[in-house]
């Protein structure tokens, strides 16, 4: 199992590239071509929706243990497989491999997860007006579901969306990112391994726009899951809203850090230095505007250039390498875009901000600490995913918690402080789905996740995680005499 699958996933078959249009995936760190992956025509996207179709015929009739039997399953042969699929992961996405083996046991992690979910799925029995009527109210599954996701996390998000989907007894057709998705038929051919019902899982790759108008217009497609940007997201939703689909939306944000004058600074300063620079930035929950109160703004600032200098950016693939390059030469370029318009504006670059003499090849880009940064610099108010981390100094509680929220953005946040009830009062007001407090690892398959205002609208993850991929039905029965 060491080479990594490289056609489309349907019904159960693995179809090649003959006579179709091909996407080739680069290398990041080298900008070299690794592979090719088929574009799926009109009809490889009809045969898996015909065969999404069938298999939910079936599978919404399994039971909870058969469900969980096989998310267990599908577990174990991703535990088995990391090595090889860490190395397709890095090879495409460009993140260092210890980053790619975290993402896959946090993958395994959601199979896991939802294999336990799979036998929580409750309804309930109503008392209601008069004892000669039962009132029930049953969960069912929702139906065939069509999932996109990204490139950032190529394995860990497709996860979330099929381990759920498969519990609650959905079948699903994922679209995985074309920039990076071999690491998601790597999750196809784990399944099918697992013994996963022909149709169940289907996989196609392609063009974005073309398969998701395709698909979310299909009338097998009974419920639609994005992980993606705003523009990408509102586009989806409107095409769910013409046809009244349900739609769960997970659209990226701009985290605000809030570093109380009580807070421990050099411990704050080193977490938030690691996990703003986590695979290079492009994390839809990493911190991106640090808001630090003025009396530790220099000393929190000092030690976080400090760990940002000793980081060790390179190729994935060397066992040293700390930040690995960018995805893409557009993200680099968003990058340098971000500096140049913070330091027009009178920001000033206290390490980085420019692409590495050492790499010559490569989306590379140098960890980069602005400060003197202002609410008006598009790196605080665009959704930056890249290596930028922007300071900025505050006075007041309610001053930090109102230029937090300013942003449209609502996904996560974080807080740093000694102070319980400044810890309570500040995860309580700040607008976003997930607060983490002196913690910025707070993603986990057991908690929900997703955001408020434009980073989007449902949760995946936890026992919240499952409820997206069933509807309710309240059924009334009359108890009539023989």
């Known amino acids: 199992m060491s080479s990594p699958p490289n056609q489309l996933f349907i019904d159960g078959h693995w179809v090649g590239p003959a006579e179709r249009e091909v996407l080739e995936v680069i290398d990041p760190a080298t900008e070299q071509l690794v592979d090719r992956v088929p574009v799926a025509t009109d009809a490889d996207i009809d045969a898996a929706l015909a065969a999404s179709a069938a298999a939910f015929a079936e599978w919404r009739h399994a039971d909870a243990w058969t469900r969980s039997q096989l998310l267990r ?44 979910e799979a036998r929580r799925i409750y309804g ?11 009132l029930l109210v049953l969960r069912q599954p929702v139906g065939p579901v069509a999932a996109f996701s990204p490139w950032n996390f190529p394995a860990l998000l497709p996860a979330r969306k099929i381990a759920a989907a498969v519990a609650a007894g959905c079948s699903i057709i994922i679209k995985p990112a074309e920039e990076a998705p071999r690491t998601c038929l790597w999750l196809a051919r784990a399944c099918a391994e697992a013994g996963a019902p022909r149709g169940l899982i289907n ?5 974005p726009e073309h398969i998701s108008t395709r698909l979310i217009r299909a009338d097998v497609i009974r419920k639609v899951s994005l992980t993606g940007s ?3 997201g509102k586009k989806l939703l409107k095409l769910c809203a013409e046809l009244v689909k ?40 990493a911190a991106s505007r640090f808001f630090v109160h003025a009396a530790i703004a220099e000393a929190f600032t000092r030690r976080f250039v400090e760990v940002t200098r000793a980081l060790r950016l390179g190729d994935g693939r060397d066992p040293d390498t700390d930040i690995g390059p960018l995805a893409s030469s557009r993200r680099r370029d968003a990058a340098e875009a971000l500096v140049a318009d913070a330091v027009a504006r009178g920001a000033r670059v206290r390490w980085g901000g420019e692409r590495p003499a050492a790499f010559p090849r490569g989306f590379y880009f140098f960890p980069t600490v602005l400060t003197g940064v202002t609410d008006e610099m598009r790196v605080m108010n665009e959704e930056p995913f890249c290596p930028i981390a922007p300071i900025t100094t505050f006075a007041t509680f309610d001053e930090a918690v109102a230029r937090a929220n300013r942003s449209d953005y609502g996904l996560a946040a974080y807080v740093f402080s000694r ?10 007001a700040l607008e976003a789905g997930m607060v983490g407090v002196n913690n910025m690892v707070i993603a986990t398959a057991e908690a929900p996740f997703g955001g408020v205002k434009m980073s989007g609208c449902g949760r ?8 997206a991929y069933t509807h309710t039905k309240y059924v009334n029965i009359g108890l009539w005499d023989q």
């Open 73 to 116: 399953k599908v577990s174990a042969v991703l535990r088995e497989w990391v090595e090889p699929m860490a190395a397709t992961l890095t090879e495409e996405q460009g993140k260092p491999l210890r980053e790619a083996r975290g993402e896959l046991a946090a993958t395994a992690d959601q199979f896991d997860w939802y294999a336990d």
């Open 124 to 134: 309930r029995v109503i008392d209601g007006h008069a004892r000669d009527n039962r």
């Open 203 to 207: 996989v196609v790759t392609g063009h």
């Open 230 to 232: 705003v523009p990408v």
């Open 246 to 285: 349900p739609a769960s939306m997970e659209l990226g944000g701009h985290a605000p850090v809030l570093v109380f004058a009580d807070a421990d600074v050099e411990r704050a300063a080193e977490t938030a230095a690691r996990a703003k620079f986590r695979n290079s930035g492009q994390v839809c929950i």
């Open 419 to 428: 102070d319980t009830k400044t810890t309570f009062l500040a995860a309580e």
């Open 460 to 467: 995946e993850g936890g026992s919240e995680g499952i409820e």
